[in-house]
């Protein structure tokens, strides 16, 4: 009991989060910003003839996907704005948001910069680049002996 009377009394680390400023912001929906800037989660594999990139990017259109490869940096990203209106008894209110991402990936030397191909479905964007020729696992051969 004398424990929980002393940590009563004593401050706390958190309380400069809790303070009257905190607690006192109107935390309603329109206080609250609506930008959102997100770092898409990926997978990334590898066989013996590409390099398979998903990225996931569940809301988006294919049209608001961009791909670009400059100096064999592929970089995938998205700049989405959204307008909404309500019309609520005498008064319209606006909703807009704003929604961003962007990832970067240095190809490896084995990959074919020349040969990237990309399909959007089902929120995953899938991004596969074929290996160059002289990178790509070679099948087992039989050396006859002399």
Known sequence: MATN????????IFDPY?????N??????RELATNLTTLPAVNI????????????APGYAKSDIKIEINDDVLTVSSN???DEEKTEGEY????????????????PETADAEKISAFYE???LKIIILKKEEAKVKPAR???IQ
Request: proline fraction near 2%; aromatic fraction near 14%; avoid cysteine.
């Open 122 to 124: 089902s929120g995953i």
């Open 45 to 56: 594999k590898q066989s013996g003839e590409a390099f398979e990139i998903d990225v996931a």
């Open 80 to 82: 989405k704005k959204l």
């Open 142 to 144: 039989k050396i006859d």
């Open 92 to 107: 319209t209110k606006r909703e807009f948001s704003y929604q961003s991402f962007s990832r970067s990936f240095i190809l």
């Open 24 to 29: 006192d912001a109107d935390w309603t929906e």
């Open 5 to 12: 009377r002393l940590t009563e009394q004593l401050p706390s």
């Open 18 to 22: 809790f303070d009257n400023e905190w």
